[in-house]
């Protein structure tokens, strides 16, 4: 009130200084009016407008997650020459870390876009084992060796995978997330930067594929496995040109092509680092059933 009165008075010279209170009071009501406080005065609260924000983004992040791992339940039930290629589209790292990449690019701040990237691959993993749980009960009907029921292995082995990939999102969400925020509001080097570490952390998967099954190596498979190493060779393809296509539309948005030597020296480093990390994923994947 001070420092309304202070301007008010200094705006109002020679008036009295009843007139320069009678002013703060009105303006006072006015600012209660806009905040809804007045009654028999209705409009809009500012506040309810900020709180709302947020919790909208919410609903539509794990809206979002419960399509993706819906979409990664389906595929599961794909089978023949596309099965391969569907999962890397839907159902593999690249896929849900392209959606948290882009979760994080469209957040209004560095909060928003950790926190929903985050969300998004947590809700997606929640849902996809939940419906393996309910629905496909993968983990259900087997025996062990001495021809006892593998039920509790089944369900023990479910929640050892849920556990681990829920994990995975609460590094890979905030890491993504933060990446797809910097590309949009960072300074030329740093989203240069983020942009290219990006595409190296989304290509990693691809690139250990690469190495482990070469696409000149598959294309000369012939026979019974030809279709197979075709199949193969389109995912290994898929893998690797969606993050470069997924850099090219960064770049091009931000106009980031004059730090193109940045982009490619992240993009280098962190799929080198990306690869070794998958393979000690799959490897840990391959231990815990």
Request: net charge positive; glycine share 8%; charged share 10%.
């Amino acid at each position: 009130m001070a420092y309304w009165q202070a301007a008010m008075s200094k705006r109002s010279v020679g008036c009295r200084p009843s007139l320069g209170m009678s002013s703060t009071l009105v303006l006072d009501q006015a600012v209660k009016v806009r905040l809804g406080t007045v009654p028999g005065r209705e409009e809009v609260s500012v506040v309810n407008v900020v709180v709302q924000r947020p919790a909208r983004r919410v609903v539509v992040t794990v809206a979002a997650g419960a399509v993706l791992g819906l979409l990664a339940f389906a595929v599961d039930a794909v089978d023949g020459t596309a099965e391969q290629v569907m999962i890397a589209v839907v159902s593999s790292g690249l896929a849900w870390g392209s959606a948290a990449l882009l979760a994080g690019h469209a957040a209004p701040d560095r909060r928003s876009a950790v926190t929903g990237a985050t969300v998004l691959l947590a809700s997606a993993t929640l849902v996809y084992y939940f419906l393996i749980l309910v629905i496909s009960r993968r983990w259900s009907g087997g025996t062990l060796a001495d021809g006892s029921s593998a039920h509790w292995s089944g369900l023990r082995s479910l929640a050892v995978m849920t556990t681990a990939w829920l994990l995975v999102s609460m590094v890979a969400g905030p890491l993504l997330g933060l990446l797809g925020q910097m590309t949009r509001t960072a300074r030329l080097a740093g989203a240069a930067l983020a942009a290219g570490a990006a595409c190296g952390l989304l290509s990693g998967e691809g690139w250990l594929q690469v190495v482990l099954a070469p696409p000149w190596r598959l294309r000369m498979v012939d026979g019974p496995d030809g279709a197979f190493a075709r199949e193969a060779l389109a995912t290994e393809m898929v893998q690797v040109l969606v993050p470069l296509a997924v850099l090219a539309w960064l770049a091009s948005t931000r106009r980031l092509w004059r730090a193109w030597y940045l982009m490619f020296v992240a993009m280098a480093i962190t799929a080198t680092l990306s690869a070794l990390l998958w393979h000690l994923i799959r490897a840990a994947a391959n231990q815990l059933g």
